[in-house]
């Protein structure tokens, strides 16, 4: 069974310009996170999907990020435009239970933003 | 605001030692803690999980030590081995909210092994 994929592994823009990160998750997980770390600072809740709808969207820097996930499959994370500070790790996890403890990361997507 | 913090952001040990990984919390609220191994290049990967009713819980070389009163969370590694070498994370999960499921993650620990 495949785990959580995401898509590119790195990416590097310059600032202003719009990258868009996706995410695969477990098939037939409803649930879908993204998470991000910023250089030295700890992982960070982005946002959760249910499905296709947006459960929690509180961790969302700002009006920069906007996350979608048509069909309640693949998910995508588009930063437009990118700044100096989005610069980080972006990662995916997914889980089949809603409450369940065992969430399954993807490997991340490096940004880089210069 | 909430958060879950480590003491130590390093640790170097022999293969064969235990090794000891702390972490600090600060929501009482957390319903469960988990700990997360990171590689290089790979996402966090599960490794155990303790219910805020339990004070232990033990896995495979690993055991997980909750302590409630200190709001304190430890991960031991029984004979520690070089494919043990990553980057721990602790983290919880508050009970209620909106978004069950959503995790807070510490600082990590570097654990590193040597041969």
């Known amino acids: 069974e495949a785990g959580v994929t995401q898509f590119p592994s790195h990416s590097v823009i310059e600032k202003g310009q719009t990258v868009t990160l996706r995410c695969d998750p477990i098939s037939g997980h409803d649930n879908l996170y993204w998470y991000r770390r910023v250089m030295g600072k700890e992982i960070k809740f982005l946002l959760h999907f249910v499905k296709e709808s947006k459960q929690d969207e509180s961790g969302m820097p700002n009006n920069r990020f906007l996350a979608e996930r048509t069909g309640g499959t693949y998910s995508t994370l588009k930063v437009q435009p990118a700044e100096l500070e989005d610069s980080g790790v972006y990662f995916c996890?997914?889980?089949?239970?809603?409450?369940?403890?065992?969430?399954?990361f993807g490997q991340g997507t490096r940004l880089t933003v210069v | 605001g909430e958060s879950v913090g480590l003491h130590l952001p390093t640790l170097s040990v022999q293969e064969g030692d235990n090794s000891i990984i702390n972490c600090a919390y600060s929501?009482?609220?957390?319903?469960?803690f988990i700990w997360y191994k990171q590689e290089s290049g790979k996402g966090p990967q599960f490794i155990i999980d303790i219910r805020s009713n339990m004070d232990k819980r033990q896995g495979q070389r690993v055991t997980v030590l909750l302590n409630k009163t200190v709001k304190h969370l430890s991960l031991q590694i029984a004979a520690t081995q070089p494919g043990d070498s990553a980057v721990y994370f602790c983290a919880e999960i508050a009970a209620g909210g909106t978004s069950y499921g959503k995790l807070t993650f510490g600082q990590g620990t570097i654990l590193t092994v040597h041969p």
């Open positions: 996890a997914s889980s089949q239970v809603y409450g369940g403890t065992e969430a399954f």
């Open positions: 929501n009482s609220a957390s319903d469960y």
